[in-house]
């Protein structure tokens, strides 16, 4: 059992440690091949090499190097893809006979890692007792249960990039448990940008492919790892994408505190392994924390399992010449309208870095299946 798993997960580190090395490599050539060239030459022709010819060179080597981002990302997708098939074509048929599914289903936990939980497409959410507070997934720090479900987040940032530009951003989620050990998400983005200085421009932004793995999960805790693909599938030019390739590790945490009340907890690393420029941070580590406390039953009408919640996230960049630590405070509220059809609104305010933007209105529609 144990060897499928390691098998199945094979091209996704495979494709992840090309991203990482060809990321690292890349960008520190990028500065250094032109000076080397202009030195080379120089010394061989005993005259300084004109400026024209070295820019040439450079805007060479970057287009070079664009058509070889591309071409990874298009790789990276397919050995995800790979991955994926082999995955689901042989974890089924081994694990059919070595789990039988039942409503009362054991703990997760480390020591029955690779004998537990990873019967395909038998994830069922965990039952809620009276006393409990529910486990589902917030505005802004990443989730640290499974959920299966339909999102449509909408944000709007007032006088984004210190006081630059309104940013409106749409980005829609399908996540689906493909056990109880294994989560899949995808999560592509439309944004609108509205500068003080000129017009609106609209279209896709960039597109994140996410694997979750569940490490443990009890009554009262879960514990889970997370791995973030964020492709440039947006225009960078247009300000709609960020140009770069991110591979973002973390780990979440729930925990059911008593009398309704929980909390979420989140650690993580973005680290750019392709597009990075000098400019660009090395890293930047990802933070978050929240409080919830839910009001009412989840059979109350129109207003099931109301819960209030507020959170803190935070990013420090590492690695470039102007660090940002930026540090936001995100009061809400979550609710099911019914038929599992959830609302969720709140409003975030930054506390550090204040000048990064002044407020952002969130909103969150979605349904559970």
Not at 51 to 80: A, E, Q
Not at 178 to 189: M, Y
Not at 216 to 232: A, I, K, V, Y
């Amino acid at each position: 059992m144990g060897w499928l798993v390691i098998f199945s997960a094979v091209p996704i580190v495979l494709a992840f440690g090309c991203a990482f090395a060809t990321g690292m490599i890349f960008g520190s050539m990028e500065g250094e091949v032109p000076v080397r060239l202009n030195e080379a030459i120089a010394s061989f022709n005993n005259f300084e090499f004109p400026k024209r010819r070295l820019s040439v060179k450079r805007n060479w080597f970057r287009k070079c190097y664009g058509k070889f981002v591309l071409f990874h990302c298009k790789f990276l997708i397919f050995l995800c893809s790979l991955s994926f098939f082999i995955f689901s074509s042989y974890f089924p048929s081994s694990l059919h006979g070595s789990e039988e599914f039942s409503g009362k289903k054991p703990d997760l936990t480390l020591s029955n890692f690779f004998s537990e939980g990873w019967k395909f497409m038998q994830w069922e959410e965990p039952e809620q007792e009276p006393d409990q507070s529910p486990r589902f997934r917030l505005l802004k720090i990443p989730a640290t249960v499974f959920e299966r479900e339909v999102r449509m987040n909408y944000s709007f940032t007032n006088n984004g990039d210190r006081g630059k530009v309104d940013e409106h951003e749409w980005e829609f989620e399908f996540e689906v448990p493909v056990s109880r050990r294994l989560l899949l998400e995808v999560e592509p983005k439309i944004i609108s940008l509205s500068p003080n200085d000129g017009d609106t421009t609209s279209g896709f932004g960039d597109t994140s492919l996410i694997t979750r793995i569940m490490l443990l999960e009890t009554r009262n805790t879960t514990l889970l790892s997370l791995l973030e693909t964020t492709l440039p599938t947006g225009d960078e030019g247009q300000g709609l994408g960020s140009g770069l390739t991110t591979i973002s590790p973390g780990i979440g945490l729930w925990r059911d505190l008593g009398k309704r009340y929980a909390l979420h907890s989140f650690f993580g690393l973005d680290i750019p392994v392709g597009g990075k420029d000098d400019d660009d941070p090395d890293t930047t580590i990802v933070y978050g924390t929240a409080l919830t406390k839910t009001v009412t039953s989840k059979d109350t009408p129109f207003f099931g399992n109301l819960t209030f919640f507020v959170e803190f996230n935070g990013s420090s960049d590492i690695g470039s010449d102007g660090d940002t630590t930026v540090v936001s405070v995100l009061p809400g509220a979550r609710w099911n309208l019914g038929r599992d059809f959830w609302l969720m609104p709140g409003v975030e305010f930054p506390i550090t870095g204040r000048d990064e933007f002044d407020t952002r209105i969130w909103f969150s529609i979605l349904k559970d299946f």
